[in-house]
Each structure stands twice: as structure tokens, then as C-alpha cells.
């Protein structure tokens, strides 16, 4: 199945795309629309569908800006553009822009199959040949290619040399004058250890990972991909590697037998300096050397709100404990791992199980009195418990008890870390559902528009929105919309295109097309329903 987004400021012709094609038939499936470019935008930024479809004459953004915008930020997007103006220049500028297609208005549902058709005909071949293994590999031996890496390499382990580093640049056709820098590392594993899977996904992003803005990427090992990242101003460079994060979790979790978890380093303001922001994202990704969710995790997101003045880090914990950075770093998923790690140990000195399992569950308790202190906690008020003697000696009476003990200890820590860190993002997320419950009516509330209200970037909020709420950005707005309309529906007599408008939607029978597509009946169904 190919995803279709449709983009058009005329009602009548979005219908006719939606209404008018056996969607599923066709092995295509209508993921959405909107009725100018700068909301498609917005929306596109989340649902990334494979297709876009849109007019090239619209208010505020006209399609081939967005066309341009699209290509810039998800370039795996193929656009069909739809004119009712049969000029040469718009034709000439679109093809210019790396359009797959070109219709005229009006056309009927026979032409956009067959043009939809030599769209995914196209992706196929695409994929294909980016994800061709064989091809990647030659491309990296290169020797530019190689040159071009260890340089890099250098660079971010602090071995090159300073003094003719912009020089070198230069000579490699790297550009990386800039104010502020990051690093970011994906790591991409298979799921069931399927070497394919994950070597045909790394290729892939291998192909895409030029077209990522304002960054320059290598890749470490066979799978992880090293991307240097600047920008003339921090909110700019947050932008952009948010929105590179999400396009590379995108491209790699084509194949749904591959994850990929995303580290981003801290924010610095020098070369020379991306030694630090490299090792920051190192280090999460190797207390998280097991995870296999699809996570982005930035060290810049562990910094306190109310501390960030002083740019104080919440978790900036400088002792070089493992275990500390274990705790830090580590999901609840993780807890597991910790555990079987710890065992390894006892089972290496299975006669002394209480002398070790004693000094293993000291260590740990040490090491969450210093994770709650550094979080501003104190564990003598929130579990005394774990510091009684006796609390210690019950545990390791027996393996079982031990490991049980174990996992409890680990509990506690990570809830206590996640009501602190994420904590921070609580009262974003309540703000942001606040403003939709307010604002839901209002055609222009956009993940743009609500990620202004919280002052953080799109592409970093959409993050944060998905990662702490479960759900993306337009399916919850969505979803407060068609909650709402079910209200007027039982409580008032208005209007089925009434109640459209009412609660935010631009079109009364896309209205009507989502209400079904999530509830499965009709608006008059269920009001029908509901008056019984």
C-alpha cells in the first residue's frame, strides 16, 4: 500500500480525488488533505505519506513551493502536480523541482490511477535500487568516500588537526562554518537479527542521507550513522536535527523487522568541541546497547526548564558510574538487561551467591541514592527501605527473591528519573492539549501553530508530543475534533455541515470521511445511533 496526501484550495477537487477512487482497490490508501500548502505542510511533516498530490495554484503557499519544500526536508516523496493552467513554465519549473508527474484539470479518476500508478511503479524501482546492498558498499570504497570519512571520523573523536581544519574542509567540499553544532548517531539493528534486513535499511539511508539539511553524515561501523549537524542559530539547529531524526527513524523502519534508536549530543559552539557532543551521544546509545525500540533520545532534553538559564543539566552526573549512566539513559524495557547483566557475575561465583549478590545490590542502591540526589530527591524520605541492612539481607536469601529485589530497585529509580525528566515535559503537554481543547475549531491550529505556543520548534515538539502521548500530533488533534462533534451530534440539532465547520474541519464531506474512517459510521448514522 502507497499513503496519498492531497493538497488543493478548491473543495470540489479534493471530493473528487477522495470520493471518487477505489482507494484500497487500487492498492493505495488516502491518508489525508488539507486546502492550502502551509498546512499541508504541517501535517505532511508527520504523516509522511509516499505521494503527494497537489494543485499548483493555491493562497499562501502554491504547490511548487511546497513541492520544493517537501523535496528539501523528506525527498523520498513523490509529487503529482495538478494545474488548470496548461503553460510551458510551470511544467518547466516542476519537472526542474523533480516532479514525478504532471495532470491537468479537469481529469477524471482514470488518469489519476494510471498517473498514481506510474508513481509507485517508480518508488518500487527506487527502493530497490537504493536499498542494493552491493551498491553501497562500492560507493563507501570509494576513495573520496573514504577520505571523506576518516576525516569526519577524526573530527568527531577530536583527532584532527585544528590548525588547517577549515583548509581541509575546503579541499573535501565540506562546508561547516556555522555558530552552533551537534552530533547525532542512529543506530539500525533487525529484530530478528536478519543481517539483510538491516544492511538493505542502512543502504537505503545511505542513498537519502545527502539530501539531509545543513549536515554532513558518515557511517560508523556497518550500522551506525554519524550525522554533524550546524546551524547559524540553536532554535534552527534543534529544527533541523529533529526533523532529520524522525526522517531517518522514517526511511529506516521501512522494512518493519528493523528499529532505529536516534542519540543527539549536546549543543556546541565549536569544532573542536564535537568531541564532547559525539561521546554525549555515544554514551546513550551505549547504555541502551540492548534496546530495541524506535526511540529518539536527546542530552539537550535532560536539562531542566527552570535550569536552563544557567544551562545546568538536570543529569549531569560526572563520578563515570556505569550503573549511573545505566539508570540514566536506560528505558523501562531495559530493566531486564540490567538484571541478566548483574547475574553474570553470581553465575561466575555460584558457591559465594550472598557475598556477591550483597555487593551487587550495594552497588546498586548506591548508585540510585546518587541518580535521586543529583534529582533533587532525597531516598531517606522517598525508600528508607532500601537502606535498611535487613532489606539487603532478605534478598539475597535466595536467587529469586534476589532478582525480584532486583527489578523492584530498578523500578523505583527509573519511575523517580521519568517523574523528573520527562516530568519537565509535563506542563508542555498540558499546554499544548489545553490550547487544542480551546483552539480545536480553528482551521489554522497546526502543529505549527501550537508548537509556537510552547516555544519549541516543530519538528522537536512533534517528537516530544508522540514520545510522551503515544499518539502523533494530527491524530490527537483529530481525535479531539471528532470527539467534540460527537458531542453537538447528542447534545444540539445543528447540522451535519455545521457541525463540520464547528469542530475545525474545512470540507463538510471530508468531515464526513474521517467521522466513518474512525468510527466506522457515517455522521447520520450516528446521530441516527444515538437517538434510539
Known amino acids: 500500500m502507497y499513503s496519498v496526501f492531497a493538497v488543493d484550495d478548491e473543495p470540489i477537487v479534493l471530493e473528487g480525488i477522495r470520493s471518487k ?12 488533505e488539507a486546502t492550502d500548502g502551509e498546512i499541508a505542510l504541517s501535517m505532511i511533516h508527520e504523516i509522511k505519506p509516499d505521494i503527494l498530490i497537489t494543485d499548483i495554484k493555491m493562497p499562501f503557499m502554491d504547490g511548487l513551493q511546497l513541492a520544493q519544500a517537501i523535496k528539501q526536508t523528506q525527498p523520498w516523496i513523490k509529487i503529482i502536480i495538478l494545474s488548470g493552467h496548461d503553460e510551458f513554465d510551470y511544467a518547466k519549473k516542476a519537472i526542474s523541482i523533480g516532479i514525478e508527474d504532471y495532470l491537468l484539470k479537469p481529469f477524471t479518476p482514470d488518469e489519476l490511477i494510471t498517473s498514481l500508478n506510474k ?9 530497490k535500487q537504493l536499498s542494493d546492498i552491493s551498491k553501497m558498499k562500492e560507493e563507501l570504497k570509494s576513495k573520496e568516500a573514504l577520505i571523506k570519512k576518516d576525516f569526519l571520523n577524526n573530527l568527531v573523536h577530536g583527532e584532527a588537526d585544528t590548525n588547517n581544519l577549515m583548509q581541509k574542509c575546503g579541499e573535501l567540499g565540506i562546508n561547516l562554518i556555522s555558530r552552533y553544532y551537534k552530533v547525532l ?18 543502504s537505503l539511508l545511505n542513498s537519502y542521507s545527502s539530501a539531509i539539511s545543513e549536515a554532513v553524515s558518515f557511517f560508523h561501523h556497518t550500522n551506525l550513522l554519524v550525522c554533524i549537524f550546524k546551524g547559524t542559530s540553536q532554535n534552527e539547529l534543534e529544527d533541523n536535527i529533529f526533523r532529520a531524526a524522525e526522517t531517518i527513524s522514517h526511511i529506516a523502519t521501512k522494512n518493519e523487522d528493523c528499529t532505529v534508536l536516534t542519540a543527539i549530543g549536546k549543543t556546541v559552539e565549536h569544532l573542536s568541541q564535537l568531541k564532547i557532543s559525539y561521546e554525549d551521544a555515544k554514551k546513550i546509545l551505549d547504555v541502551n546497547s540492548k534496546n530495541l525500540e524506535n526511540r529518539i533520545i536527546s542530552s539537550d532534553d535532560l536539562t531542566d526548564f527552570s535550569s536552563r538559564e544557567n544551562n545546568e543539566t538536570v543529569l549531569d552526573i560526572r563520578e563515570g558510574d556505569p550503573l549511573v549512566d545505566k539508570l540514566k539513559y536506560a528505558a523501562k524495557g531495559d530493566v531486564q538487561n540490567i538484571i541478566e547483566e548483574s547475574m553474570e557475575l553470581i553465575k561466575k561465583n555460584p558457591d559465594q551467591f550472598s557475598v556477591f549478590a550483597s555487593y551487587l545490590l550495594v552497588d546498586l542502591i548506591f548508585a540510585v541514592s546518587k541518580l535521586v540526589e543529583k534529582l533533587g530527591g532525597n531516598i531517606k524520605e522517598l525508600n528508607p527501605e532500601i537502606l535498611q541492612r535487613k532489606f539487603i539481607d532478605d534478598a539475597v536469601s535466595d536467587e529469586s527473591r534476589f532478582t525480584k529485589t532486583l527489578e523492584q530497585v530498578l523500578n523505583f529509580a527509573l519511575e523517580f528519573r521519568d517523574s523528573k525528566v520527562t516530568g519537565k515535559y509535563a506542563d508542555v503537554i498540558l499546554k499544548a492539549k489545553r490550547f487544542i481543547e480551546e483552539n480545536y475549531s480553528d482551521q489554522n491550529t497546526t502543529l505549527t501553530t501550537v508548537a509556537e505556543v510552547v516555544c519549541l520548534s516543530p519538528n522537536h515538539f512533534s517528537t516530544i508530543f508522540s514520545q510522551e502521548c503515544k499518539t502523533t500530533f494530527i491524530e490527537y488533534l483529530t481525535n479531539v475534533r471528532l470527539e467534540n462533534a460527537k458531542r453537538l451530534m447528542r447534545e444540539t440539532d445543528m447540522k451535519g455541515y455545521d ?6 474541519f474545512s470540507d463538510p464531506h471530508y468531515f464526513s470521511y474521517i467521522f466513518k474512517k474512525n468510527t466506522g459510521l457515517s455522521p447520520r448514522e450516528y446521530k441516527l445511533s444515538v437517538e434510539k
Open 21 to 32: 477512487i477505489d482507494w484500497e482497490g487500487s492498492g493505495f490508501t488516502f491518508a489525508g
Open 119 to 127: 508513481t509507485a511503479a517508480q518508488i518500487d524501482k527506487e527502493r
Open 185 to 202: 548517531i542512529s543506530r539500525i539493528e533487525s529484530r530478528s537479527g536478519n543481517t539483510q534486513n538491516q544492511q538493505e535499511a542502512c
Open 499 to 504: 457541525i463540520a465547520y464547528e469542530c475545525g
